[in-house]
């Protein structure tokens, strides 16, 4: 940022703004996903195991048929929407945050 110009330095500004209101253009979550994705995922993998001791990893490719793939799902699908809606909604309503024992949780 300090080798930029002021002229460069606006512009750099307006973007971070832009960004910040909306969401990023498609190549540039493309290229953030290839970067982070991969230690995003092993982190919340192994936050999964210790804090609920549930592994997250669906190898039945390698030694089988897959689980997801056996069955078609459209029968659960809108079951499925209704239950997330309902606790996103939930959580939407209250900016986000967790509720515990009357106050919130950030």
């Not at 512009?11 to 540039?28: G, M, Q, R, T």
């Not at 048929?65 to 056996?70: A, E």
């Not at 699908?77 to 945050?97: C, H, I, N, P, T």
């Amino acid at each position: 940022m300090a080798e930029l110009d002021v002229d460069e330095l606006e512009k750099a500004k307006e973007i971070v703004e832009e960004w910040l209101n909306n969401y990023l253009p498609p190549e540039i979550q493309a290229q953030v996903t290839r970067k982070k994705g991969p230690a995003y995922m092993e982190h919340f993998l192994n936050e999964m195991w210790r804090q609920c001791r549930m592994r997250v990893h669906d190898d039945n490719e390698e030694d089988g048929h897959s689980f997801i793939k056996m069955k078609d799902w459209k029968d659960i699908e809108l079951v499925w929407q209704k239950y997330m809606q309902e606790q996103f909604s939930a959580r939407a309503r209250d900016g986000g945050r967790q509720i515990k024992g009357g106050r919130k949780i950030i």
